[in-house]
């Protein structure tokens, strides 16, 4: 059995269909900043993606700074004391262990 | 079935900022989802904010709607989630009435405004006791007057499962119009 369709014109406005006319453009008006911004990126698509990838090649960037800047100070270290080098090639102990006690000395 | 792929191409136009497309969106789904709105708000001014906001916020958050094709059934959670915010906000706020149409400037008929009130009363509170499946199914089919084929794509189910929805979703308000009957749950 099929049941007759549900009247449903009581919730319609009071003030006649153009109601639904006025109420759309004033959201489509109050969404045009949005609109343009969605207009500007999809404009520049290069831009979209760099964007989508700016914050890991950064983090990434960052972390090899980090790891090439402590390497570099690690090798620049052991090459300006040859003293603790030779040192802890003799007693067979950390470079770090054989310059504590060359700068002792 | 063209209004099926109307609907994703329309979003996906309006995902790239076309405004036509996101108007037409705007047009096509604006009574269910006032219909929706005034079913949590009551208060039509309310509903057509609620609607407005809940508009923008689809908007701004399109890129993650997964179904455009099922845009419909997006939209209406949007307004209702919104919707059950704002009615807090507004029990909060004690000086704003709840279901009060606002004044319409025109002549009135007391009478036929009072009788045509407590219909769209009981309409709302009817529809607010309906399951969300069938509430949005009897809003998109006899609200807006869609066929069972958009019904289902909007929402994700089968033409059967809208049709079985759409039956139980009438008589149970059918049901809750009868004056000497309350509802009772559908199996």
């Known amino acids: ?105 | 079935m063209p209004d099926i792929a109307d609907d994703a191409t329309l979003v996906a136009r309006a995902r790239e900022g076309d405004r036509d497309a996101f108007a037409a969106l705007v047009h096509r789904h604006l009574r269910v989802a006032h219909a929706v709105a005034r079913g949590v708000v009551r208060n039509p001014a309310d509903a057509d904010d609620l609607v407005q906001e809940a508009f923008l916020e689809a908007l701004v958050k399109l890129d993650s709607c997964r179904d455009p094709a099922r845009f419909a059934g997006w939209l209406l959670a949007i307004v209702r989630n919104r919707g059950h915010n704002r009615r807090r906000w507004l029990r909060r706020r004690e000086a704003v009435p709840l279901d009060e149409d606002s004044p319409v400037a025109g002549p009135h008929d007391p009478a036929r405004d009072a009788e045509r009130a407590e219909l769209r009363d009981r309409l709302l509170d009817g529809l607010g006791r309906l399951p969300e499946s069938q509430r949005q199914v009897v809003l998109l089919h006899d609200l807006d007057g869609r066929p069972h084929a958009e019904v289902a794509a909007s929402l994700g189910i089968s033409e059967g499962a809208s049709r079985v929805l759409l039956h139980r979703a009438r008589a149970r308000l059918r049901r809750f119009f009868a004056p000497d009957s309350l509802p009772k749950e559908d199996t």
């Open chain 1, 1 to 105: 059995m099929t049941l007759p369709p549900i009247d449903f014109s009581p919730l319609d406005p009071r003030d006649g269909p153009g109601h639904w006319d006025r109420l759309g453009a004033r959201i489509v008006a109050a969404a045009e900043p949005e609109l343009a911004r969605r207009a500007a990126r999809a404009a520049h698509p290069w831009e979209r993606a760099l964007l989508r990838h700016l914050r890991p090649v950064l983090a990434a960037a960052a972390a090899l700074t980090l790891a090439a800047g402590g390497a570099l100070y690690l090798q620049r270290e052991r090459q300006d004391d040859p003293a603790a080098e030779a040192l802890s090639a003799l007693l067979g102990v950390s470079y770090a262990s054989a310059a504590t006690i060359t700068r002792e000395e």
